[in-house]
């Protein structure tokens, strides 16, 4: 069994970036985990700021960026050059920390928009006084060298910052896991993988796996997730709901962690 899940939400608009349902989505987040990371966009702090008040009371506020948001073209924050990242990630830090009424000094914690990060950003990251990173995804390439994305617990980069990989393990191939992810082999703690079903394999079968295979979980979702606002979702809205209850039901409530809470253990 798992001795910490690090639990987070990137709380942005919907797909087609609408609003609708994201304040309700959040709520429940709030009622199920008791402690976590909401990385949030300049856009839900500017639009919703007293959902971000609220959930400031009991988990940890950190910064999601968009570059969309700012008028880019593209999402990815990777290809914009160190000083855009740097008024970007800035900017949004500022927004949060007024709706959430802390010194922006406390908004400590940081995940790229797609996990689109690169050395740069960490390097920009660390000059801001950010002191944690949750951008890297195994499944997301483009943009740092496999000897970062390859790595499953959480570390330190060379920036000094405390890196907090989304968990992902590898099956054994001959089994009900293995068999729902075959050919490819990372079984990744997110939503999506939760919602989904494959060869008679259930998310929650899949997920509850990895659960009881790591020491710790890093894993999130998105306020949509939570929602039955993207109909072409599988098993989203209550469904979803009732698997995240049945996952998280063996976690005791004092094991969940927030991204800050995980530098000041280590």
Not at 51 to 72: C, K, N, S, T, Y
Not at 218 to 235: K, R
Request: aromatic share 8%; glycine share 4%; proline share 5%.
């Amino acid at each position: 069994m798992t001795e910490w899940v690090a639990f987070s939400v990137d709380l942005e608009p919907n797909k087609d970036d609408t609003l609708d349902g994201v304040a309700e989505a959040m709520h429940w987040f709030d009622d199920v985990v008791p402690r976590g990371t909401v990385y949030a966009t300049h856009r839900i702090a500017t639009e919703l700021p007293e959902v971000v008040a609220d959930l400031a009371a009991d988990h940890e506020i950190g910064v999601h960026v968009h570059p969309r948001e700012f008028g880019h073209e593209h999402d990815q924050l990777a290809e914009l050059d160190a000083d855009r990242q740097r008024e970007l990630i800035r900017r949004t830090r500022s927004t949060l920390a007024e709706a959430a009424s802390v010194d922006k000094r406390e908004v400590t914690a940081f995940r790229a928009g797609r996990h689109s990060a690169s050395e740069t950003t960490f390097d920009v990251l660390q000059k801001l006084g950010f002191e944690v990173d949750a951008s890297i995804n195994v499944r997301y390439t483009d943009y740092l060298p496999e000897s970062l994305t390859a790595r499953q617990k959480p570390f330190t980069l060379d920036s000094g910052l405390f890196e907090l990989p989304t968990t992902y393990a590898r099956p054994p191939l001959l089994s009900r896991v293995g068999l729902r992810l075959y050919p490819n082999r990372e079984l990744t703690a997110t939503a999506n993988t939760l919602r989904s079903d494959r060869r008679g394999c259930s998310g929650l079968r899949a997920l509850a796996w990895l659960r009881d295979e790591t020491t710790g979980l890093s894993m999130y979702m998105h306020p949509y997730d939570a929602t039955d606002h993207h109909a072409d979702l599988e098993n989203t809205g209550s469904q979803f709901r009732n698997r995240i209850r049945e996952l998280f039901e063996p976690v005791n409530s004092k094991d969940f962690v927030s991204a800050g809470d995980l530098v000041k253990q280590r």
